[in-house]
Structures are given as C-alpha cells and as structure tokens.
C-alpha cells in the first residue's frame, strides 16, 4: 500500500495575525499617549476655609457681561485687571462665578487667561 505525500507550500498569505499585531500596536500607542494638556480647575468643597487672604471675584452674567470684583469691565481688559489685583500675591486665585446658560467658551476664556497668568482658578458652584 503507498501512499501519497503531500508536502506543497501553500502560497496563500494568513492575514490574521497580522491584524491581531496591528490591533495590538493600535491599543498600545492608544493607552501609552499623551493626553492634551488640560486647565488645572479646583471646584469648591462645601467645609474649610481658604488659606488666601486675598481672591478676585470675575462673574460672567447671562448677557454675557463681564464684573470683577462687582466692576462691570470688558472681556479684553480682564487679563491686566487681574494681573494688576493679583500682583504680589504668593498663591493668586481668582474665583470664577459663571451664570447658568452662559456658553462654555466665555468661562474657558477666563480660565485660559488665568492659566497663563499661573493663577489658581476656583469655579464657584451653588448647593444641590
């Protein structure tokens, strides 16, 4: 009785594997990225004090209104206000305080100039 050998090299190509190693490097470059920078933003806690004696108060209202400290000024103005009510200070914080219904980018804008600046941002929230 013989039998016959097969012992052909099949030219088709498995891409299986290839795609388990490429879905592999995509998880891995995924995980191990950078993040964008993102704005440090302190919200308050209901107990304790602050231990700064001095905060800027920058309020945005409804209509979209700029008040530092209860003084109406405009959004171009608000990062040498701040600069000059912060100078000197070793831990500067403004306290932010943005109106329900406020677009997102008006509080970001403050947020960015007070990055800049280095400035620690505290988001002034109401209780439930």
Request: glycine share 2%; hydrophobic share 45%; net charge positive.
């Amino acid at each position: 009785m013989k039998f016959k050998k097969r012992n052909k090299v099949s030219p088709e190509f498995s891409m299986s594997s290839m795609t388990d190693i490429v879905f592999l490097l995509l998880v891995f470059f995924m995980l191990t990225s950078n993040a964008p920078n993102a704005l440090d933003m302190i919200l308050p806690k209901a107990k304790g004090k602050s231990t700064n004696t001095k905060n800027v108060a920058v309020s945005i209202k409804k209509n979209q209104n700029y008040y530092i400290n209860n003084k109406n000024i405009t959004a171009s103005k608000i990062e040498v206000e701040l600069r000059n009510l912060l100078a000197g200070q070793d831990k500067p914080t403004v306290l932010l305080r943005v109106e329900e219904g406020v677009p997102i980018e008006k509080a970001v804008y403050v947020m960015d100039i007070a990055n800049r600046n280095k400035f620690k941002v505290i988001l002034a929230v109401r209780p439930k």
